[in-house]
């Protein structure tokens, strides 16, 4: 539901995690869970520097939409592994600058799902590391021999250093995007790279 004013959000405090301002509009109540793995909350539009971001209901927490059901129903789906997702798993990878980079470059993937991502980046010769939220989710990645750690990302330690950090479709899921950010370019060798991808509201696909 678009167009809400920012008193809808009952509650809560929320501060844009870009520009700090509380002068938000509510875009999407979400506090109706349509699915199982739905977490409760808004998304909100910062008025004054445009930023989308994920406010939660009190009580929710990311977490609990990874859980074991959510691995059983998705871990194995065709959309997780498909040749076109490969394909442009591939392209990604192919597009980031190789300067600077040692000869097997060690990455590391954000909600790196089953390793499909990791796995395109092993046969262009990285060596590949990943975090994933759900367990289920991490045995299969580890069952095709993906090296995959059950770990948020913000606990992630500052001594392993990377010299790519990957985020596919993930930081638009998450409530602190800044801290996470910040968090991973500690993460990063010097001259290292952090790629992210992520939907862009203001496209016609969103608009359509």
């Not at 008025?47 to 998705?74: I, N, P, Q, R, T």
């Not at 262009?124 to 939220?133: F, I, K, N, S, V």
Request: with cysteine.
């Amino acid at each position: 539901m678009a167009g809400l004013d920012s008193g809808d959000v009952a509650g809560a405090c929320w501060g844009c995690p870009i520009c700090r301002s509380g002068n938000h509009r509510v875009k999407y109540d979400l506090r109706e869970k349509h699915s199982w793995f739905a977490v409760a909350g808004w998304i909100l539009r910062c008025e004054d520097c445009g930023m989308w971001y994920k406010a939660l209901e009190e009580g929710e927490v990311l977490e609990d939409a990874y859980g074991e059901e959510y691995s059983e129903h998705f871990g194995e789906d065709e959309c997780m592994m498909n040749d076109v997702i490969r394909i442009f798993f591939r392209d990604v990878l192919k597009r980031i600058d190789g300067n600077g980079l040692s000869d097997s470059p060690l990455l590391l993937d954000i909600g790196a799902a089953t390793g499909v991502f990791m796995e395109e980046a092993v046969k262009l010769g990285y060596e590949a590391e990943g975090l994933e939220l759900s367990q289920g989710f991490v045995d299969i990645a580890r069952r095709n021999g993906m090296n995959v750690r059950h770990q948020n990302v913000s606990d992630l330690n500052e001594v392993e250093k990377y010299d790519v950090i990957t985020m596919m479709d993930i930081v638009e899921h998450v409530v602190d995007p800044v801290g996470i950010l910040k968090t991973l370019c500690t993460s990063l060798k010097p001259g290292g790279k952090l790629v992210l991808f992520t939907p862009n509201h203001g496209s016609s696909v969103v608009a359509a």
